[in-house]
């Protein structure tokens, strides 16, 4: 096996976003790289995603820019953020009190930070162009994983050849040996299904009563420009804002949309198993159900459109994934949703993979480049990141709530004012939101939520001084009128008792 006196023999499983950048880490450090991708090449437009529907739009956030900003590859980044499109905040879509459509910019940041909008299938082909002109980077297609010993550090593949005219041969099975490999090939990953046969990995996997399907906004056309429905923020042929995330929120269920460069939207319908299944027994009542809970979307697909696209583009689970470790020894480890697969509600699915990536290379490189270096790197890669993974998948779910519901609610508004509040006019308080923190820093998700929880508190104990001096005041002032009229009157553990149920109170509302 490697030492530091030769070159370690990388094997990359799964070549999306995060295998394609941890091959650009492991090349630019001299590594011999070969990724393996169970599809074929993800640049050819006839390839299938493994979920089956068209190459969706992602939200890259600090996180996700962070890592390839450090993957040492001149021109990476800019080439990529050239293909984005800012979004300053969400745009909340519904009706007013007379029934008529109306929108709501609520920004992300008082700071004017902000997300882009990225193409998935534009970023995976930028990076895997750079990956091709490396010399030590190999890159293979129609590649499955079947076999791997991470002891005898042996790995096996079958492979579909194809003859000079493209035709299919008969599949054959290669061996290929091993230094160290990343798993970065989704949530039903076959590297973590091989580890699992050499570490005890507790593992938790878990499905949410909620269902999506994707649907597309079309851009505005030259000849149906008067014609066509758009909102009040549409311009530059988008049909609505290019610059925000759209939110129709309802009570369980939602639909969203991010905009794409060709000006289209890429959008998602949420909503639990029971209604997709009233829908699919009653496709006759999709518009109407649709302008009922979402205003104004129907008319932004077209009637027949959303008729069709909801037949024909599949009815997908979201699934939830924690696990411990995330690797075995010197010779593996999984990424990204391989180790913690997540729900989408806090857009940092992808950010968080590519993360792992930067934070995986900083404690390789914090050690010798031997076996037993990346054992040590491994070991306290897994130490560090664990906790953050099972965080962010918390943290995605828990802002389902947010996203559906929180964006009109007046508490978790106010809280939001006053924090941002603080956060620009106080800044030595070092209040922010949770979201600030989570998407425009690269501080570790357990800290965050460490720090958001303190916030809470304070804000508890704010709250909770502004009511208590007028409520004190008013009781001692009543106790003191009981007294003095020979009346008996309230004990004090009584008002100990009426101040800690109204902490209790603020308690539960802040904290949701």
């Known amino acids: 096996m490697a030492e530091a006196s030769t070159k370690t023999k990388c094997l990359i499983i799964g ?24 599809r074929g090449d993800l640049r050819d437009a006839s390839t299938t995603p493994l979920n089956f529907t068209k190459s969706i739009n992602l939200a890259l956030s600090e996180r996700g820019i962070n890592a390839m900003r450090h993957s040492g590859s001149d021109g ?3 080439a990529v953020l050239s293909e984005t499109i800012p979004m300053y905040g969400r745009m909340i879509h519904g009706e007013d ?63 579909q050849p194809s003859d000079s005219k493209g035709h299919q041969r008969r ?17 039903h990953s076959a590297v973590r299904f091989h580890m699992m046969k050499f570490v005890r990995m507790n593992y938790e996997q878990s499905y949410i009563d909620t269902l999506w399907c994707e649907f597309t906004i079309p851009p505005v056309s030259s000849k149906e420009e008067s014609t066509v429905s ?49 829908l699919e027994q009653h496709p006759e009542d999709l518009e109407q159900f649709f ?4 205003p104004g979307a129907a008319d932004l697909i077209g009637p027949a459109e959303l008729q069709k696209q909801f037949e024909q583009n599949p009815h997908l689970p979201l699934i939830s994934i924690k696990c411990s470790p995330h690797h075995y020894s010197s010779s593996g480890v999984i990424l990204g949703d391989a180790a913690h697969a997540m729900v989408p509600f806090y857009g940092q699915g992808m950010n968080a993979g590519l993360e792992d990536v930067r934070v995986l290379f900083e404690h390789l490189d914090a050690h010798p480049a031997t076996t037993a270096g ?14 953050d993974a099972h965080t962010v998948n918390d943290l995605a779910y828990a802002n389902y709530w947010e996203m ?29 939101t949770q979201y600030s923190r989570v998407s425009f820093s690269n501080q570790r998700y357990s800290e965050v939520a460490e720090v958001v929880e303190r916030q809470r508190k304070v804000l508890i104990r704010g709250m909770l001084g502004s009511l208590v001096v007028p409520v004190v005041g008013f009781v001692a002032w009543w106790a003191s009128r009981w007294q003095t009229s020979g009346r008996s009157g309230p004990s004090m553990p009584f008002a100990s008792g009426l101040f800690r149920s109204l902490g209790e109170r603020l308690a539960s509302v802040f904290g949701r």
């Open 404 to 432: 559906h519901a929180g964006v009109r609610s007046r508490l978790y508004l106010f809280r939001k004012t006053v924090e941002e509040f603080l956060s620009d006019k106080v800044p030595a308080s070092g209040f922010e």
């Open 76 to 78: 990476l980044l800019e």
């Open 291 to 294: 302008q009922q809970q979402f």
């Open 97 to 159: 009190s007379k029934g008529d459509l109306k929108e709501e910019s609520q920004l992300y940041d008082v700071h004017g930070r902000f997300q882009r909008a990225v193409d998935r299938g534009e970023l995976n082909k930028t990076m895997l162009d750079y990956l091709e002109d490396l010399p030590n980077v190999e890159l293979r297609f129609h590649h499955k994983l079947t076999g791997a010993d991470f002891r005898k550090r042996k790995a096996w593949f079958e492979v």
């Open 230 to 278: 758009t909102t009040s923020s549409a311009k530059d042929g988008f049909r609505t804002s290019p610059n925000h995330l759209h939110i129709w929120p309802s009570s369980d269920k939602m639909f969203i949309g991010i905009p794409s460069t060709d000006k289209t939207f890429t959008c998602t319908f949420f909503a639990p198993s029971s209604t997709f299944a009233f």
């Open 15 to 38: 070549a999306g976003p995060v295998g394609a950048l941890a091959a650009l880490y492991a090349a630019k450090r001299g590594w011999n790289v070969e990724v393996y991708e169970l």
């Open 374 to 387: 990346r054992a040590t790197a491994l070991e306290t890669y897994t130490t560090e990141r664990v906790p």
């Open 171 to 187: 599949l054959q099975e290669i061996e290929v040996d091993f230094d160290i490999m990343l798993g970065c090939d989704g949530a």
